[in-house]
């Protein structure tokens, strides 16, 4: 692997959760459905909870380099997906 494979791994993790998450909510806006139950307010913890391992892991000082970006990159998806699905439940509040 080259150098720059965690990096491209980085910026393309986070595009797509970013992307993917934005096409939810167009779609959740659009459709105006309350969903079942508190999938998001799971998902929101769960998320939380896997940002936090990765966290813990990069934290813990025992990878360095490629391995410390990539990850990272799951970290930092994992975030961006707290937020999003954090935002469906309690702010669009789109559950019954």
Known sequence: MSSQSPLILFVLSSAVAIVFWTAVARRAAR?????????????????????SYFLTWAASGVMEGPELLSRLSFMIVCIISALYT????????LYN
């Open 31 to 51: 459709r105006k459905e309350k969903i079942p139950g508190k999938l998001f307010e799971y998902l929101f913890f769960l998320f939380l909870f896997f940002a």
């Open 86 to 93: 954090g935002y469906f439940h309690y702010i669009m509040k």
